[in-house]
């Protein structure tokens, strides 16, 4: 066995249907009294609920986080918190209000207790990411990674299909990218194949039936594993291009990595196969690359990246930044096969 180095991650996870009832406990055992509820406008609705189910313990509702924190929002919520006298955030919602509570945790250190609601995995990392005149600069910091994770399958299934599936399949990328990372480890690498398996298995469930608890907690638990590994091991050309795609053309998020992952694994195939093999055994498959894409297609996602709103013009400026301060892949970066996978992904082929 080769060696290798674990970095477990601090943080307590309650897991299970009505595990939300246990939020007023949690609170208590921070030690914190005056909670600051997060969501985005979206879901402002079931923030304030949730603020009324605790009664003196909610100190108040900020329900203006957005997709990739702007710096103006991240402080008007920090003044917010401030104000109110917050002593805990408690982040309702999926990766943009876990985000924004990161953001107020990066500069005030306030424990953030994360109740997601979408597979997106930031809850279990301690990632952050900050967006400033357009540009978004992401970092890794333990102030960041919230204290607490609560999931509660209910609060999934009022996630519409598209997005459960995209979101799902974006998870799996956080897995798939773990399994061939250059400080990949064994213990990490149970996680990702099981977080696959779980997705794999629970996705065309809910597709099915969205409101299938069973199904919805199978894929809570690989999100939930999915974000463990993208929490604890780098990533490589898949997320360095979903980076890429989602911060300069401002592509949807859990779309572009839907569309781009079978693209990646394509390309990685030949220099990851015991990764590869573990991705196809994941998903039932011969071929982790196809599996991929047919997981997507088969349950409706978008394949193509000029369906999501990527023009022919973007794919040079997306290849030559896609190119510069590459991540580290298990395949060398080079600009002929990356313009082909690019060009793959642009029209919706079926990966080569
Ligand atoms: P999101 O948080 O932007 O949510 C998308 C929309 O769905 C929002 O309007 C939200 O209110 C709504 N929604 C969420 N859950 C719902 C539910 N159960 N029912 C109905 N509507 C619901 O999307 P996301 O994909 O979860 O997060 C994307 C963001 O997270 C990106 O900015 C990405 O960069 C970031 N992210 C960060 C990390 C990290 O480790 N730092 C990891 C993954 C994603």
Not at 47 to 55: N, P, Q, R, V, Y
Not at 75 to 97: V, W, Y
Request: net charge neutral.
């Amino acid at each position: 066995m080769k060696p290798f180095v674990y970095n477990g991650l601090p943080s307590r996870v309650i897991f299970g249907q009505g595990s939300l009832d246990q939020l007023g406990r949690e609170i208590d055992l921070l030690g914190a009294t005056r909670a600051l509820v997060l969501a985005t406008p979206q879901q402002r609705a079931q923030a304030d609920a949730l603020a009324a189910s605790l009664g003196s313990r909610a100190a108040g509702v900020y329900a203006e986080a957005v997709m990739h924190v702007p710096v103006e929002t991240a402080r008007a919520a920090r003044e917010f918190a401030a104000r109110i006298g917050a002593d805990c955030a408690i982040a309702l919602g999926g990766g943009s209000t876990t985000g924004l509570g990161k953001a107020i945790a990066l500069e005030t250190s306030l424990p953030i207790i994360a109740i997601p609601t979408t597979y997106a995995g930031s809850e279990m990392t301690p990632i952050y990411g900050l967006t400033e005149a357009g540009v978004k600069r992401t970092g890794r910091d333990l102030r960041v990674l919230p204290k607490t994770v609560i999931y509660d399958p209910a609060l999934t299934t009022t996630l519409p299909r598209a997005l459960s599936l995209t979101s799902g399949i974006n998870a799996i990328a956080h897995a798939a990218e773990g399994l061939y990372a250059q400080d990949a480890n064994p213990i990490v690498s149970l996680m990702a194949e099981e977080g696959i398996r779980a997705l794999g298995a629970g996705l065309p469930r809910v597709m099915q039936d969205p409101a299938d608890q069973e199904a919805r907690a199978e894929c809570l638990y690989g999100a939930w594993l999915c974000g463990s590994v993208l929490g604890s091991v780098g990533m490589a050309l898949h997320h360095k291009l979903c980076h890429t795609l989602g911060g300069t053309f401002d592509l949807p998020h859990a779309e572009a990595h839907t569309i781009v992952l079978a693209h990646v694994l394509a390309y990685n195939r030949d220099a990851a196969p015991v990764a590869m093999k573990r991705i196809a055994r994941a998903l039932h498959a011969d071929d982790a690359a196809q599996a991929v894409f047919d997981l997507a297609r088969d349950n409706g996602a978008p394949t193509a990246l000029k369906d999501i709103g990527l023009k022919a013009d973007d794919l040079d400026v997306a290849l030559t930044l896609a190119l510069k301060n590459p991540y580290w892949n298990p395949r060398p970066v080079e600009r002929e096969p990356l313009r082909v996978l690019l060009e793959n992904a642009f029209e919706g082929r079926r990966p080569t």
